[in-house]
């Protein structure tokens, strides 16, 4: 079968210790059947790794955080556009969704194809918003809820026990286990990415995670169970196992039927003791680990990227469980003079 | 007062400091004034230089220089002994 | 030849990880005039700072304000939020487009009747109303909006010796699901309170009960919770007619509407995260009219909105003083705008852009206003063109709350200015002078003389 071109831009190119997902993203797409592709880089800051993997990313521009104003992200975009002719462009970055979500008829006016969660589906599922969101669809949650100044740090008992869990609305989440810790967490979240924290009880078990993609009409088109085998001191999965259980396949299912979830997300699970699943968060993206769902038989980026090109997509129905993956740094040698014309010219 | 003899500018305006390992970005007439100074010119001289080609007047243009400089200074850019 | 333009130099550290502020070449724009007047010659007549007012953009504003509500329900009412902006011009731009006039206290009373409002037409609105003025209101047949239960038997007790029927509503508070919750104004609606002041003046039979109103916050980004306090006020409503068979003219959904500021602490900027009036409008319309209120007795929805329907307009014209290294090697530029004119930079990162032409060259710089004092900060990070002394700079979006709460400090009050539709400078409230400031003050006769 012939490999249909296209120009897929993609953001999220920090693979770091704190990896985003747009390299996993990348390798997916390019061991695509379906499609030949070229890839346009986003980049916010200099020193993402992928901007300097040039067998990975055809080009790099860097583009304006969302902080400045979306009017000003769409404004660079355009001009990307406008050189590279993009066919669909994946946002990888929780902190960008909202803009890109606020604006993506505009990218659809300009020919653009995306395959994002509707404003209301990205709104509800806030962490600031769990309880509620729990209740309407009928899922385990922890009980939470948002403060906005150190001064509520003191009525947290007895809604709470310790310890307790901190979280930013972006990212970053501690364990607190008294008041002190969860005010040194509320200043070090609330200066990164500001207010409200959302103060969550602590439940005990094992964190297991769920990758999906769903249809926008209820359908599931894919979905991988994992658990993380390997955890580095940012939370974040080093190595992860696929896992064949259906409790969470189901649950999974139902809250992309319920919701009739459009795009990308991965459901953060708390398997407790006592076989209960507890919904902690829903990101509503693709995760930074999609690579093992493609290693399992199910390329989920490649899935997306025909979903926002207009294309019918069969659902993927099995995957291999026992998969594993176990990520590795490496160090790329690069040049001087690379770094200075992404600083300077903003493209490489 | 000196510029290190190391540093580079490039065209774009882009240094390196290649004894810290620090990068740094110009504007035109920051470029511009590095470069004299790189010549070798003293103040005088690049007022002189700076003053036929842009519109300024010596007090805008002393008052800038003097802030300028005291960057490359934070920046740790200049040779304090150059006698050495 | 002529000689190229001189920006100053200005040499940047790349700061490798950090986000580059690549790609924002376009970022700013210079505001070089407003509404067609030009920046440079508002300052050459009316000095420098200046606060300078758009009536093209408050006309606007007000008009979409009005027609996301008018279109969605059949009875729409604006009352200006007079502590917002109480500059008698800016009150009778709202008063030509059909506003009436929200005051919280006998002064704003007395100014909304100065500026020709009738009586009839004015909310009456705040937990500080004296004897006198509920007095004044009734005879006049203003709504009284009441805030506690204090305010209450005041009015029924004056009952006793005005012949007139005072028109009140009560303020309901309650919770909207929001943080915070704003609990010290009105009733509360969850534990009856307000219920119980319903009673009172329903069986007192010498008031009339005529509205509802709530007030649910400020800088509210989230239209639904005013969707909630839409259907408890409607609750309220249906309970009222149930036991009483009485229908309440209006309900008041206040104000709060946020405004396209940028919240300090704030991870997107205002303008993306602001609702539009639409989303507000959608929220309480679909409320009330999804009520149980009887659809033949819809009461009339009433807005006070403020903020959202003034901020816009207003910009502060100010000049740059001096510029100055600090010794961390951040950049401080020093206008003549303090923290006295512009109360609103506590809790905004205000806009700041620069009134003349620029190149895309910036850097981070703090921004300190004159007065003498170390809190005296207009915005700590900002990136900035070169900018050098004389130079002008606009901030904008300040039309709310800075022209009554500004404080006369150190200095003189400067003018205030409003551009016509057809680009043309009104001043609508003159420079303070010495003299405005000194005549109210005494010298006791043992202190008028000394020697040094």
């Known amino acids: 079968m012939k490999k249909t071109k296209i120009t897929v831009a993609v953001s999220g190119l920090n693979n770091t210790d704190n990896p985003g997902p747009g390299i996993p993203v990348i390798r997916a797409l390019r061991e695509s059947d379906a499609f030949d592709v070229r890839i346009i880089g986003l980049a916010y800051e200099n020193l993402e790794p992928g901007i300097y993997m040039h067998d990975v990313v055809d080009k790099v521009y860097q583009v304006p955080y969302p902080s400045i104003g979306s009017d000003k992200l769409l404004q660079r975009l355009a001009y990307i556009h406008s050189i590279e002719k993009i066919d669909v462009l994946i946002p990888n970055f929780d902190a960008e969704l909202y803009s890109f979500i606020s604006f993506e008829h505009k990218l659809h006016e300009m020919g653009i194809g995306t395959w994002l969660p509707t404003m209301e589906q990205f709104e509800e599922r806030h962490k600031t918003k769990l309880p509620e969101y729990g209740k309407k669809y009928g899922v385990n949650v922890p009980h939470s809820r948002p403060i906005n100044s150190i001064a509520e740090i003191n009525s947290l008992t007895p809604e709470f026990s310790y310890p307790l869990l901190v979280k930013g609305k972006f990212y970053d989440a501690y364990v607190a286990f008294n008041p002190e810790q969860v005010s040194l967490y509320f200043n070090k979240i609330a200066t990164?990415?500001?207010?409200?924290?959302?103060?969550?009880?602590?439940?005990?078990?094992?964190?297991?995670?769920?990758?999906?993609l769903g249809d926008g009409k209820g359908n599931t088109i894919g979905a991988v169970p994992m658990r993380k085998q390997y955890i580095t001191d940012k939370g974040k999965a080093w190595g992860g196992i696929t896992l064949d259980d259906q409790n969470m396949l189901d649950l999974c299912h139902k809250i992309l039927k319920k919701t009739k979830w459009k795009g990308g997300m991965e459901l953060e699970l708390i398997k407790t003791f006592d076989n209960k699943y507890y919904l902690i968060e829903i990101n509503p993206r693709i995760p930074a680990w999609v690579y093992l769902a493609v290693g399992a038989g199910q390329n989920i980026p490649e899935a997306m990227v025909k979903l926002a090109l207009g294309k019918k997509v069969k659902p993927f129905t099995t995957y291999e469980s026992g998969k594993m993956f176990i990520r590795y740094s490496w160090d790329m040698i690069v040049d001087l003079k690379e770094f200075e014309q992404l600083s300077t010219n903003g493209e490489l | 007062m000196k510029l290190k003899k190391k540093i580079a500018v490039s065209e774009t305006g882009f240094i390196f400091d290649p004894t810290t390992g620090d990068s740094f970005s110009l504007n035109p007439t920051a470029a511009e004034i590095l470069n004299l100074?790189?010549?070798?010119?003293?103040?005088?001289e690049i007022k002189k230089e700076i003053m036929a080609e842009y519109d300024v007047d010596e007090s805008t243009f002393e008052r800038s220089f003097l802030d300028f400089m005291a960057m490359l200074r934070l920046y740790n850019m200049i040779e304090e002994h150059e006698e050495n | 030849m002529e000689k190229?333009?001189?920006?100053?130099?200005?040499?940047?550290?790349?700061?490798?990880?950090?986000?580059?502020?690549?790609g924002m070449k376009t970022e700013y724009e210079p505001i070089s005039e407003i509404d067609g007047a030009s920046v440079k010659e508002l300052v050459a007549n009316y000095g420098s700072p200046l606060y300078v007012m758009s009536e093209n953009t408050i006309r606007e504003t007000y008009r979409e304000a009005y027609r996301a509500f008018s279109t969605r329900y059949p009875k729409v009412q604006f009352a200006w939020s007079y502590k917002t902006n109480y500059m008698n011009a800016i009150c009778n731009i709202f008063h030509t487009e059909g506003s009436w006039a929200e005051v919280v206290s006998g002064f704003?009373?007395?100014k909304a009747i100065n500026n020709g409002v009738p009586p009839s037409k004015i909310l009456f609105n705040g937990p500080d109303k004296s004897e006198k003025d509920l007095e004044k209101a009734i005879k006049h047949g203003s709504y009284i909006h009441i805030d506690h239960f204090d305010e209450l038997y005041t009015i029924i007790n004056l009952t006793n010796k005005i012949k007139e029927r005072p028109k009140v509503a009560i303020r309901v508070n309650m919770d909207c699901g929001i943080y915070p919750l704003w609990s010290r104004f009105g009733f509360n609606y969850e534990n009856g309170e307000a219920w119980e002041a319903i009673n009172r003046i329903m069986l007192s039979k010498k008031i009339d009960l005529v509205g509802l109103h709530c007030h649910i916050g400020t800088y509210i980004l989230a239209p639904w919770a005013y969707g909630i306090a839409a259907s408890k006020l409607a609750d309220l409503a249906v309970a009222i007619e149930k036991k009483f068979n009485h229908y309440v003219k209006y309900i008041d959904m206040g104000g709060g509407f946020a405004s396209k500021n940028t919240l300090k602490g704030a991870f997107l900027p205002g303008s993306d995260t602001c609702p539009t009036f639409d989303q507000y409008a959608d929220a309480i319309t679909t409320a009330l009219i999804n009520?149980?209120?009887?659809?033949?007795?819809?009461?009339?929805?009433?807005?006070?909105?403020?903020?959202?329907?003034?901020?816009d307009a207003g910009y502060l014209v100010g000049t740059v003083l001096a510029n100055k290294r600090l010794p961390e090697g951040k950049l401080a530029t020093i206008i003549d705008i303090g923290v006295n004119l512009l109360f609103t930079s506590f809790w905004y990162d205000h806009k700041v852009t620069p009134a003349q032409q620029f190149s895309h060259h910036t850097e981070d710089t703090i921004i300190y206003g004159p007065l003498c004092m170390n809190i005296d900060i207009i915005r700590e990070n900002v990136q900035l063109p070169p900018m050098k002394k004389g130079d002008n700079i606009v901030i904008s979006r300040i039309g709310a709350y800075n022209m009554t709460q500004w404080m006369q400090f150190i200095t003189l009050r400067p003018n205030i200015v409003l551009i016509d539709s057809k680009s043309k400078a009104h001043v609508i409230r003159g420079n303070e002078t010495p003299d405005n400031i000194m005549k109210n003050e005494l010298v006791p006769e043992h202190l008028k003389k000394f020697e040094l």
Request: proline share 7%; hydrophobic share 35%.
């Open chain 3, 291 to 311: 009520s149980p209120i009887n659809h033949e007795h819809l009461p009339v929805l009433m807005l006070e909105s403020g903020r959202s329907l003034i901020d």
């Open chain 3, 4 to 22: 190229k333009h001189f920006e100053r130099p200005i040499i940047k550290k790349l700061q490798t990880g950090m986000p580059n502020k690549f």
């Open chain 2, 37 to 44: 100074l790189k010549d070798g010119k003293n103040e005088k």
């Open chain 1, 192 to 212: 990164k990415w500001g207010v409200p924290i959302i103060i969550q009880q602590f439940i005990r078990g094992t964190e297991v995670n769920v990758i999906a």
């Open chain 3, 108 to 110: 704003e009373y007395d």
